[in-house]
């Protein structure tokens, strides 16, 4: 939509790219006072409709999916970028061509956009799965890894094993064990990076 638009393009992609510059701990208040199970934004919208409140980060079937909306709202800004730059890659001449044989605007993102964006998705995949394994601050911050171990992270994991319970031996192995795990997710993205390139 941001790359179809004819009047305020820039305007939607610093609103989009905003919460990416915005530091994560203040990030982390302002959802933390929407998911407050007494006077949060989300229970307010709850109750508006007669629904019940809901103890978003003290519920162990809600805290994941929210976790995962503060998080996406956080890094959208960054992924939007990559794919305004590869859908402004797409020659505009396929997209004429494609309408002057009659295609309709989902045929056309079905054979020409998204077949077009198959490496730039790729490339993406790999950074979110290493982005998503190295996550700390935000449960860190936000449940301490709870409730009970519903959002405990890799990193969280050795931390506390390192920092909590002392066992330091046991948190470098598995650090080195990160550390092998997401150099091969790392030559993943350098060889779709390569053959996009060629």
């Known amino acids: 939509m941001v790359n179809?638009?004819?009047?305020?393009?820039?305007?939607?992609?610093?609103?989009?790219?905003?919460?990416t510059v915005i530091p994560i701990t203040i990030a982390i208040i302002i959802w933390r006072m929407l998911y407050s199970p007494d006077n949060g934004f989300l229970?307010?919208?709850?109750?508006?409709?007669?629904?019940p409140t809901q103890a978003w980060l003290q519920d162990i079937r809600l805290v994941k999916p929210a976790m995962i909306l503060m998080l996406t709202?956080?890094?959208?800004?960054?992924?939007?970028?990559?794919?305004?730059?590869?859908?402004?890659?797409?020659?505009?001449?396929?997209y004429e061509a494609a309408e002057i044989a009659g295609a309709n605007p989902l045929q056309r993102i079905l054979h020409i956009t998204l077949p077009q964006l198959y490496r730039t998705m790729g490339i993406t995949f790999v950074l979110q799965i290493i982005a998503v394994v190295q996550i700390f601050t935000e449960p860190f911050l936000l449940t301490q890894g709870g409730p009970g171990t519903a959002t405990l992270t890799p990193v969280l994991v050795i931390y506390r094993t390192?920092?909590?319970?002392?066992?330091?031996?046991?948190?470098?192995?598995?650090?080195?064990?990160?550390?092998?795990?997401?150099?091969?997710?790392?030559l993943i993205y350098l060889r779709i990076l390569r053959t996009t390139n060629q």
Not at 4 to 19: N, Q, S
Not at 76 to 81: I, K, N, P, R
């Open 73 to 94: 709202w956080a890094n959208f800004g960054s992924t939007l970028l990559i794919y305004l730059a590869a859908l402004q890659d797409i020659p505009a001449e396929y």
């Open 4 to 19: 179809e638009m004819r009047h305020a393009k820039a305007f939607f992609r610093l609103v989009y790219f905003l919460p």
């Open 43 to 51: 229970n307010a919208l709850l109750s508006l409709f007669g629904i």
């Open 162 to 186: 390192a920092f909590l319970n002392g066992d330091f031996g046991l948190a470098s192995a598995w650090s080195l064990s990160l550390v092998v795990i997401l150099s091969v997710f790392s």
